[in-house]
């Protein structure tokens, strides 16, 4: 199995906000990376804005775009500029301005402990009980809910490492995805379904994506996680997006 693409990938420019050193290489070394491997795409998604360890500056976005220009002609490699965006409030609000969406070509969204809420009340109420890994009935709602709302109110292309830090209810949240046109990853760190979610996501024909989440550029296109995954849970290679074909990109559509 190949993929064509590896749509979840991060460089120096998370952990911008703090200097913290997250991720490592460059845009230019991801891409070297990619074709290296033989991938024809990749996305650039650092942690969204309001992350507060890891988070991109708003500042940088521009200057990642002239970067991706430059490494496309210097590796053939196509490099859409996206973003791994922060779900903050019970409401689907997420760290995305209608400014912010319309310079990106993909935009993720996953929930990861060290993004701001909204606000306070947003902080108890949705945050917290997930930062303590709550999995109550009614913590499992709310987050599906949440999602759901994310799902309508933005261009998702990709939630990412699905019930990761936010506990889901992955049936209600497949059978929204496949009407929102929304793809739910293999993540080649945390992969959160059980074998029973799998059965009945591929049943209602979601789409997935096997993707890296590489942090160093030795790590792009390294899949194998969520491709064995696949394999294990017999997931068909017609559901997931980005074996071997170009996949179904809301966001590149829009612009």
């Given at each position: 199995?190949?993929i064509?693409?590896?749509?979840?990938?991060?460089t120096?420019?998370?952990?911008?906000?703090?200097?913290?050193?997250?991720?490592?290489?460059?845009?230019l070394?991801n891409?070297?990376?990619?074709?290296?491997?033989g991938?024809?795409?990749?996305?650039?998604?650092?942690?969204?804005?309001?992350?507060?360890?890891?988070?991109?500056?708003r500042?940088?976005?521009?200057?990642?775009?002239?970067?991706?220009?430059?490494?496309?002609?210097k590796?053939g490699?196509?490099?859409?500029?996206?973003?791994?965006?922060?779900?903050?409030?019970s409401?689907?609000?997420?760290?995305?301005?209608?400014?912010?969406?319309?310079?990106?070509?993909?935009?993720?969204?996953?929930?990861?402990?060290?993004?701001?809420?909204?606000?306070?009340?947003?902080?108890?109420?949705?945050?917290?009980?997930?930062?303590?890994?709550?999995?109550?009935?009614?913590?499992?709602?709310r987050?599906?809910?949440?999602?759901?709302?994310?799902m309508?109110?933005?261009?998702?292309?990709?939630?990412?490492?699905?019930?990761?830090?936010?506990?889901?209810?992955?049936?209600?949240?497949?059978?929204?995805?496949?009407?929102?046109?929304?793809?739910?990853?293999?993540?080649?760190?945390?992969?959160?379904?059980?074998?029973?979610?799998?059965?009945?996501?591929?049943?209602?024909?979601?789409?997935?994506?096997?993707?890296?989440?590489?942090?160093?550029?030795?790590?792009?296109?390294?899949v194998?996680?969520g491709?064995?995954?696949?394999?294990?849970?017999?997931?068909?290679?017609?559901?997931?997006?980005?074996?071997?074909?170009?996949?179904?990109?809301?966001?590149?559509?829009?612009?």
């Open positions: 199995m190949v064509f693409g590896d749509y979840h990938t991060h120096r420019y998370s952990g911008g906000r703090y200097n913290v050193k997250h991720a490592t290489g460059t845009i070394e891409a070297m990376s990619a074709k290296e491997k991938l024809k795409q990749i996305a650039i998604t650092e942690h969204g804005f309001s992350h507060k360890l890891y988070g991109v500056k500042k940088n976005i521009d200057r990642m775009r002239k970067e991706i220009d430059d490494a496309k002609q590796t490699v196509d490099i859409l500029l996206g973003i791994e965006a922060n779900i903050i409030s409401e689907g609000d997420v760290d995305l301005t209608s400014e912010d969406i319309k310079k990106l070509d993909f935009i993720i969204v996953g929930f990861h402990n060290f993004a701001k809420a909204k606000n306070l009340k947003e902080f108890f109420k949705f945050r917290l009980p997930n930062m303590l890994n709550l999995k109550r009935e009614k913590d499992i709602k987050n599906t809910l949440a999602l759901m709302k994310a309508d109110k933005y261009p998702i292309d990709l939630i990412s490492h699905p019930g990761s830090h936010m506990s889901l209810d992955f049936e209600t949240i497949g059978k929204h995805a496949v009407n929102t046109n929304t793809h739910l990853e293999l993540n080649g760190k945390r992969i959160c379904y059980s074998k029973n979610d799998v059965k009945k996501l591929v049943q209602m024909g979601v789409m997935f994506m096997a993707n890296s989440d590489a942090h160093s550029a030795i790590r792009v296109g390294e194998n996680k491709i064995n995954f696949a394999i294990k849970y017999d997931i068909p290679q017609k559901n997931i997006a980005n074996l071997e074909k170009f996949p179904y990109l809301k966001n590149l559509k829009r612009n």
